[in-house]
């Protein structure tokens, strides 16, 4: 069974991280859910999803709400021992989504300070597929020249930019196409949004 990464950082857009993590659990994917102390805020405070604490009370929450024990997993961020933290035991894939600038800039510097940017270097690395999806407005000249780095060492960047030609009726229709952006890049089939076509 494919293994996947997902990181859930301090940007707005929690939502996707979560979506991400509930498709790819029904495409029949292992994931190891990871939060920064600024993405499990975030996620409080835009969803109303209460993953803070210690870490057996948060496992016991995410298993919860998605339903799933045997495929998901989560670590502390800090836990540098973890089996995804390596190269031997590298995840399929990982994905930051959203991904905070603050975390695009370490990971663009190359830092392992926590378990989050250890996998992402680990993904680059062992030559795995690391997908960013940044959520910030408007990019400066350092946002800009960090993703760039990293889509130079090998990072897929795609940003929550929806499109509109599918007439979405409401927000999860715009999370819905973001999402099926990512697994688009990971070649995971899936009916999020309505494909184009001219007529």
């Known amino acids: 069974m494919e293994k996947f990464v997902v990181a859930v950082t301090g940007a707005s857009g929690a939502v996707y991280g ?8 029904r495409a029949e994917k292992r994931v190891v859910l990871l939060l920064s102390p600024a993405g499990r805020e975030v996620l409080r405070h ?11 009370e948060r496992r016991k929450r995410i ?7 045997k495929a998901l997993g989560h670590e502390d961020e800090n836990d540098l021992m ?4 390596s190269g031997s035991a590298a995840a399929d894939a990982m994905l930051v989504a959203p991904c905070s600038m603050g975390c695009v800039g370490r990971l663009a510097a190359g830092l392992s300070s926590n378990l989050i940017e ?40 795609v940003p929550a930019m929806p499109a509109f030609y599918q007439r979405p009726a409401g927000i ?13 890049q990971l070649a995971i089939a899936h009916q999020l949004y309505r494909r184009w076509r001219a007529d």
């Open 18 to 25: 979560v979506r991400l993590v509930e498709e790819l659990l």
């Open 82 to 85: 973890a089996e995804v933290a």
């Open 63 to 69: 298993a919860a709400y998605f339903g799933s024990e």
């Open 172 to 184: 999860d229709q715009m999370v819905d196409f973001v999402v099926g952006k990512v697994l688009d």
């Open 46 to 56: 835009e969803t109303g999803l209460d993953w803070c604490g210690p870490l057996a």
């Open 118 to 157: 250890r996998c992402a270097d680990v993904a680059l690395k062992e030559g795995r597929p690391l997908l960013l999806v940044p959520r910030e407005t408007p990019l400066n000249q350092l946002h800009l020249e960090n993703l760039l780095r990293l889509c130079r060492a090998g990072a897929r960047i």
